[in-house]
């Protein structure tokens, strides 16, 4: 039987129908999942996100975006005009659309929203610009976040800055912080400090810029041994160096600590040149009351030598000829004159042992060893139950009178303590000589005592006078002090005198 083209043609065109439709019926199936699942994200977003037109009315917004606007649902919000009763200030709207036309997109724009009760709330705007056939922009739909704890964290933090940076600019110390090696920040006391015009000179420069050459191996030792950790925040003076090469003292406070999340150093500089004067002039002022002092022991010791002692001599020889022309007979009389020649040679050797201790001959003619030994012999004269080592170590020539004067009067003050107060039985003494410095140890087996933190007696102040007395006349001559004592461990006095 002959087919029917027609009827095969139409059949053919039903078929293909069929099987659009069936396509179209799946294409549907497909786009209503899809719309199922982006609403569901869309509905289940922990942001918010919405959609409006372009004049700014909400067409839709998700429940995160009704939570955070603070309303009951969704119909409360659809309808509503963005720039009337959403943003807090309506130029934010005019701002956000001029942008957003420009390219279609919008990132991160910081604005601020007003909610249903009244409050305002950062937010962060990403939007898009959705476009018509045509190409023209129809409306905008994007996510919005609440970032309100940020930009509250964010403002305290600014205006914590504010208040810590005024402290900063304020402050009559310099302050800084040195990281990598070089400044990273600089108050405008530091930099004026220094003779700067404004602490930008400063910033990226080198610590050691600023030190001065005779104080760098101090500031060198101390930086080490705060990078290793050996110490808590410490403070010490040195010479720094001006813009215009001149040099101030001043005092460094110093700790480690984290500056945007890298190990740095913060500190602080305070200037103490008027200070260091003050203490120069006192220095040299207590130099030359102790030189005074030598002076007046010097010349008592020749008015006594000149004056007594030669009466003494004379007396001895008058007595001496008075016995020698008395008659035999008078043994009674001659007696009496031997008895009156003891007492005068008891007398001239009290004396002597009196003018050595206000200033001994040895000391000036032989030197300060001598003058040791001579004194430590003496010592143990009257106290044979200390025993007394005594060392020299370097000695090659003598130092200056005025050092040597100074080391022999903190020797024997230090034994005259012991003998006063420390109880000991064995004492070492080691005098040593080791350019630049002479080092004078004497450590004893004694009570001890509680000390402050100068090493003077923590409660009885009249041992501390001695003590006292000793640094002064070590710091007269640049020197130093160290003294460490407990209670029945003895203690240990070590003095460093510059010989330069």
Same mark, same amino acid.
């Given at each position: ?266 500190? =602080? !500089? ?5 200070? $260091?004067?003050?203490?120069? *002039? /006192?220095?040299?002022?207590?130099? #030359? %009351? ?98 007394? =080592? !005594? ?5 090659? $020539?003598?130092?200056?009178? *005025? /050092?040597?004067?100074?080391?022999? #009067? %903190? ?90």
């Amino acid at each position: 039987m002959k087919k029917n083209p027609s009827l095969e043609s139409l059949q053919k065109k039903i078929l293909k129908l069929e099987q659009e439709a069936a396509k179209n019926r799946e294409l549907e199936n497909q786009f209503k999942e899809s719309e199922k699942t982006y609403r569901h994200i869309f509905e289940h977003s922990p942001v918010m996100v919405y959609r409006s037109n372009y004049r700014g009315y909400i067409l839709d917004i998700n429940k995160a975006g009704v939570h955070i606007l603070g309303y009951k649902n969704r119909k409360e919000i659809i309808g509503m005009e963005a720039s009337r009763f959403l943003y807090a200030n309506p130029d934010d709207r005019r701002r956000f659309q001029k942008n957003i036309n420009k390219t279609g997109f919008l990132r991160d724009f910081e604005t601020r929203f007003r909610r249903k009760d009244g409050k305002i709330i950062d937010v962060q705007v990403t939007s898009t610009a959705r476009r018509g056939k045509k190409g023209k922009i129809e409306g905008y739909e994007g996510f919005i976040l609440d970032i309100t704890r940020r930009k509250q964290a964010e403002r305290a933090l600014l205006e914590s800055e504010k208040k810590y940076r005024t402290v900063a600019e304020s402050s009559l110390t310099g302050i800084f912080i040195h990281q990598k090696k070089r400044y990273c920040y600089v108050n405008r006391r530091l930099a004026e400090m220094l003779g700067y015009d404004s602490p930008e000179e400063i910033i990226g420069k080198s610590f050691w810029t600023i030190v001065h050459p005779d104080s760098r191996p101090l500031v060198k030792e101390r930086g080490l041994r705060r990078e290793n950790a050996d110490f808590l925040p410490d403070h010490y003076s040195f010479r720094a160096i001006k813009k215009d090469g001149s040099s101030l003292w001043c005092e460094l406070r110093a700790t480690r600590s984290t500056y945007l999340g890298e190990p740095a150093v913060i500190g =602080n !500089f305070i200037d103490i040149t008027q200070s $260091k004067i003050a203490e120069e *002039e /006192i220095r040299q002022l207590s130099r #030359r %009351i102790i030189q005074a002092g030598e002076k007046e022991r010097k010349r008592i010791a020749a008015d006594l030598h000149d004056e007594f002692g030669q009466t003494l001599t004379s007396l001895h020889f008058d007595l001496e000829a008075m016995q020698k022309s008395l008659p035999a007979a008078f043994i009674k009389e001659k007696g009496k004159c031997a008895g009156l020649i003891s007492k005068v040679e008891n007398l001239a050797d009290v004396l002597r042992k009196t003018i050595s201790h206000l200033r001994p001959d040895l000391l000036d003619h032989i030197g300060l060893i001598s003058a040791l030994e001579w004194y430590i012999k003496e010592f143990n004269q009257q106290r044979p139950e200390i025993k007394i =080592n !005594f060392q020299t170590v370097g000695f090659k $020539k003598r130092l200056s009178q *005025e /050092i040597e004067t100074a080391l022999y #009067r %903190i020797g024997t003050e230090c034994l005259a303590n012991i003998k006063k107060h420390a109880n000991a039985t064995a004492v070492d003494i080691i005098l040593t000589y080791s350019y630049p410095w002479a080092i004078f140890v004497i450590r004893d087996n004694g009570r001890g005592y509680r000390t402050t933190t100068e090493g003077l007696p923590l409660r009885n102040t009249s041992r501390g006078i001695g003590l006292m007395s000793m640094m002064e006349r070590a710091a007269s001559l640049h020197g130093k002090i160290d003294i460490s004592s407990a209670p029945r461990r003895g203690t240990t006095i070590r003095v460093e005198i510059p010989l330069l």
